[in-house]
């Protein structure tokens, strides 16, 4: 039989980055003279890559500077905050774990930058459990299309049918689905507990990381 490999989203699946996102988008768009950025409004690009995510605003707010040079602006400040304090979820951290020692390959998709990513996951400890990473920019679409999850088993050598996604938004969700892929959903957001791209996910936690439980997600991946 074989051991399912597993693809853990980052942001808001393993860690709590989410507060720091919004503070150095706020402090990026602040700098170009958008004052109005709140939290309510981040929330639209939850589980949407940095970079789409600065086009649509580049647009909207009409900002000069070119996408490249947002991004790694942001990707500074974004560094900055995450380097002094970024929040595990417990219960996640325990999921981690267990697969790990039960020698499941775990890889992270994520459409933050790769370097974001390994600083997060090197401030955490997490890399000690997940040594194969793939970023957003490193394929051709982001979520919601699969490519991430996609080149995630193809590094891991795994067979998709083979592959559980955690993700905590509906773009991820829907990516898991595309690619062929089982998923264990935590939403993140609690208006998005509802969202059609969860609907044919295999296992849902409705409340969130409040509600999540190691041993049920690990038993149901085993059960296959």
Not at 148 to 158: I, K, P, T, Y
Request: glycine letters at 8%.
């Amino acid at each position: 039989m074989t051991t399912p490999a597993v693809i853990f989203d980052l942001d808001g699946t393993l860690v709590d980055s989410e507060p720091n996102y919004y503070e150095a988008m706020r402090r990026l768009l602040a700098a170009h003279g958008v004052h109005d950025y709140t939290w309510g409004y981040h929330a639209r690009y939850v589980g949407i890559s940095t970079k789409e995510t600065l086009e649509s605003l580049r647009e909207e707010y009409k900002l000069s500077p070119p996408v490249e040079e947002l991004l790694d602006s942001k990707n500074r400040l974004y560094l900055e905050l995450a380097r002094a304090c970024t929040e595990v979820f417990p219960e996640m951290k325990v999921f981690a774990e267990s697969l790990h020692a039960a020698g499941h390959p775990l890889a992270v998709a994520s459409g933050s930058s790769r370097e974001t990513i390994e600083a997060v996951l090197a401030a955490t400890g997490l890399d000690a459990l997940i040594g194969t990473v793939v970023s957003a920019e490193e394929v051709e679409r982001g979520k919601p299309e699969p490519d991430v999850f996609l080149e995630a088993a193809r590094r891991l050598g795994a067979d998709p049918a083979d592959c559980v996604v955690v993700e905590d938004a509906p773009p991820g969700a829907a990516a898991a689905q595309r690619a062929g892929m089982r998923c264990i959903a935590i939403p993140y957001l609690p208006e998005h507990a509802d969202d059609p791209a969860f609907a044919p996910v295999g296992l849902v936690f409705a409340g969130g990381q409040r509600e999540f439980d190691a041993r049920v997600a690990y038993d149901w991946i085993i059960r296959g």
